[in-house]
């Protein structure tokens, strides 16, 4: 009995060791001593690489981070930095090139599709796992002799971290055949990653899609620099010292 007590507090005096060297690395996910937040610095952000047939704007946490800065043609991939905190909340409006009276494009002449896949160097990928809503649909039937298009107007709040997306349905995955993606996609890593949309890859034009990450993917455990703004980080710059 008294062995078993021994091993069990030399189990907990190796995780308390174990513990407090973690909380010298840079990624430990600990702050310095004193309840002081270090200032981040760019080994702390991860890479977020998305690519949309055609175009999209994306939400994380609340706040707008990435905005594809080509609307329709050509297809090209967005990269940014990102400082990642957990749970995270990822929310994107994705586009189809249409017309909004419509739902066509090229004068009219076409329906085109579209496609939406993401990876960010923490390991989150997009998959059937994020949920999915289409605004916007069309032409109804596939007819474009009399095409039509219905709308739903933008929930109000639908990036915000607390937004209520229960009523959504799971987004459905697409193969790459299916999507048919240009160049850029395939210069980029997007190994473990779905093309998503909602159930019409041809007739729903505006789709949203949320997701959680409880925790990083990769089990990093990355400092949580939210309220930065709040707080006297460590290290003050020296009076005159630009930084
Ligand atoms: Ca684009
Ligand atoms: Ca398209």
Same mark, same amino acid.
């Given at each position: 009995m008294k062995n078993l007590l021994n091993i069990?507090?030399?189990?907990?005096?190796?995780?308390?060791?174990?513990?407090?060297?973690?909380?010298?690395?840079?990624?430990? &996910?600990?702050?310095?001593?004193?309840?002081?937040?270090?200032?981040?610095?760019?080994n702390d952000t991860i890479k977020a690489s998305m690519y949309a047939d055609n175009n999209f704007m994306l939400y994380v946490n609340g706040e707008l981070v990435a905005v594809d800065s080509i609307s329709f043609v050509p297809h090209n991939v967005i990269t940014v930095d990102l400082l990642p905190a957990y749970p995270m909340t990822i929310a994107v409006m994705a586009r189809d090139n249409a017309?909004?009276?419509?739902?066509?494009?090229?004068?009219?002449?076409?329906?085109?599709?579209?496609?939406?896949?993401?990876? /960010? &160097?923490? &390991?989150t990928v997009t998959s059937s796992a994020w949920k999915a809503k289409s605004i916007f649909h069309g032409p109804v039937d596939r007819d474009t002799k009399n095409p039509r298009v219905t709308t739903e107007p933008l929930p109000e709040n639908w990036f915000a971290v607390d937004f209520d997306d229960?009523?959504?349905?799971?987004?459905?995955?697409?193969?790459?055949?299916?999507?048919?993606?240009?160049?850029?996609? /395939?210069?980029?890593? /997007?190994?473990?990653?779905?093309?998503?949309?909602?159930?019409?890859?041809?007739?729903?034009?505006?789709?949203l899609f949320r997701h959680v990450v409880a925790a990083p993917p990769d089990g990093v455990q990355r400092p949580d620099f939210r309220n930065l703004n709040n707080v006297v980080p460590d290290s003050p710059p020296k009076k005159g010292k630009k930084r």
């Open positions: 069990a507090l030399a189990a907990i005096a190796l995780l308390v060791g174990i513990r407090a060297v973690e909380g010298l690395g840079p990624n430990s &996910g600990q702050q310095p001593p004193g309840g002081r937040i270090r200032k981040p610095q760019m017309d909004p009276k419509t739902g066509m494009e090229y004068a009219n002449t076409n329906i085109g599709d579209a496609g939406f896949i993401l990876k /960010f &160097g923490d &390991g229960s009523s959504w349905k799971q987004a459905n995955e697409y193969s790459e055949e299916e999507v048919d993606p240009k160049q850029p996609y /395939f210069d980029t890593d /997007f190994s473990g990653a779905k093309f998503i949309w909602s159930d019409d890859i041809a007739l729903d034009n505006t789709v």
